[in-house]
């Protein structure tokens, strides 16, 4: 079973910068794209972008384009998503998943990572 | 790029099945048989249910089932159970390496 281990909550304030990330298994991530997958307070899920971590092209949805940053470490088999000014209407979880390119479907998740973003 | 559309909620009594919409445009679900559809438990991991319309992942339960008419997706759960009762989202491909989601739809299992 696949499975997708996120960095923890965490609270920061606007303007600081921040970079979680969803750590798989060497077979988890090769040859596989990632996504992530935001829910703000009280919303539905919304796709932000997709990595490959074999060789770190990145697609953006167009919402977040320019907003969040994805990159990858493929020799440690992480992926991350990164800000560098938070704002308040960051605060959400911050979802990590294993995309199966050719179905177009998520099929392994991370637990999620609460981001507060909060003066 | 507009999120899909689907019902806000959706309610059945334990046995019953119920059936959520999720309606996009010719620009997503109407252009691709690549919709897949999660169960969300909040605090957990979504939980994938269906892919490419009506494909079902190993272990998921027959309950699940999924079709698409035009630019309407939609997914259907028999014999509803109490364990059932979370929220599910649409997903669909919508070109050029974008996907987007529905709103989400609430069930409760009266």
């Known amino acids: 079973e696949v499975q997708l281990g996120q960095s923890g909550a965490v609270v920061k304030k606007p303007g600081e910068s921040l970079r979680i990330s969803c750590k798989g298994s060497p077979h988890s991530f090769t040859d596989h794209w990632i996504a992530w997958v935001r829910q703000m307070p009280g919303k539905g899920l919304e796709w932000m972008g997709i990595?490959?971590?074999?060789?770190?092209?990145?697609r953006y949805s167009p919402s977040f384009e320019g907003r969040v940053i994805v990159s990858a470490d493929k020799s440690i088999s992480t992926a991350y998503l990164q800000w560098t000014s938070l704002r308040a209407s960051d605060t959400a979880m911050y979802f990590c998943?294993?995309?199966?390119?050719?179905?177009?479907?998520?099929?392994?998740w991370g637990q999620g990572t609460l981001v507060t973003v909060s003066s | 790029q507009s999120a899909l559309t689907q019902p806000a909620s959706v309610s059945g009594s334990p046995g019953q099945s119920i059936t959520i919409s999720c309606t996009g445009t010719s620009s997503d679900v109407g252009s691709y048989n690549l919709v897949s559809w999660y169960q969300y438990h909040p605090g957990k991991a979504p939980k994938v249910l269906i892919y490419e319309v009506r494909e079902r992942p190993s272990g998921v339960s027959i309950r699940f089932s999924g079709s698409k008419s035009g630019d309407t997706a939609s997914l259907t759960i028999s014999g509803l159970q109490a364990e059932d009762e979370a929220d599910y989202y649409c997903c669909s491909y919508a070109g050029t390496s974008t996907w987007v989601f529905g709103e989400g739809t609430k069930l409760t299992v009266l």
């Open positions: 990595i490959y971590p074999d060789d770190s092209d990145t």
């Open positions: 998943a294993r995309l199966v390119g050719s179905s177009s479907y998520l099929d392994s």
